[in-house]
């Protein structure tokens, strides 16, 4: 069973070195007419699981012969268990990333987040105002409140409240999913460089547009606890929960 393991050992650690995020991916992205780049999601995960199941051989071998496990026979158990502690701290690809990989978008806690995101996302439209609804913070100031039917925002000693009752005239609350080509008029609206657009990832947003009139205001939701604010009067903003 140990040799079984080694060679196992020996078949994962191949396919994680040679398909590893700084040997396989181009920082730049996709080139060249055909993108291989799936490849690396297949090779990775493959050349993990070989090496998670090595480490389970060894493991029987030593279940099987404890005091036969000499020193040199811990090295095997020891570079499975290294290949493993690093797949899962800096590559660990999600299929839905794969854009993003070569931006670094890699390791458990990518992997984690992105799963979060997209369980979210699958409750649909319904469930976006209870995914914005609280108190924003910039530091432990708070700066935005947003309930179920108005936005309340502080800039310094100016207090606005979007809704019905404040916006006479003209009162608008909108949710909706979006791509990032459609964030892209907010971003140049709120004087957002193209390398704030940029810094967006390939997936749908959260988007809340909170709409008085001359006050207007854009919340991107980056991350569950992680909110992008797009205003014609004042610079971008993140805040948090």
């Not at 995960?45 to 811990?74: E, I, K, M, V, Y």
Request: hydrophobic content about 45%; some cysteine; aromatic content about 14%.
């Amino acid at each position: 069973m140990y040799i079984f393991g080694v060679i196992l050992l020996a078949l994962g650690a191949f396919l994680l070195v040679v398909f590893s995020p700084w040997i396989y991916l181009d920082t730049r992205g996709a080139t060249g007419l055909m993108d291989f780049t799936e490849l690396f999601w297949y090779a990775q995960w493959t050349g993990f699981w070989l090496s998670l199941g090595a480490l389970l051989c060894f493991d029987f071998s030593f279940w099987r012969a404890p005091f036969a496990f000499t020193q040199r026979a811990a090295i095997a158990p020891g570079i499975a268990a290294g290949l493993v502690i690093l797949f899962i701290a800096f590559a660990m690809p999600e299929a839905s990333n794969q854009r993003e990989w070569y931006k670094g978008a890699l390791g458990f806690r990518v992997y984690l987040r992105t799963k979060i995101r997209l369980a979210a996302d699958a409750r649909g439209p319904e469930a976006l105002p209870s995914r914005f609804t609280g108190t924003w913070k910039s530091g432990r100031d708070p700066i935005i409140q947003i309930g179920s039917e108005s936005v309340s925002i502080r800039n310094g000693a100016a207090h606005i409240v979007i809704s019905e009752q404040t916006c006479p005239h003209r009162f608008h609350l909108e949710y909706r999913l979006t791509p990032p080509s459609g964030l892209f008029e907010y971003f140049r609206n709120a004087t957002a460089t193209e390398e704030d657009f940029r810094r967006l990832s390939n997936h749908d947003y959260p988007l809340l547009i909170a709409d008085c009139g001359m006050d207007s205001v854009a919340l991107v939701l980056l991350e569950p606890k992680k909110l992008l604010v797009l205003s014609r009067n004042a610079s971008p903003q993140i805040l948090h929960r």
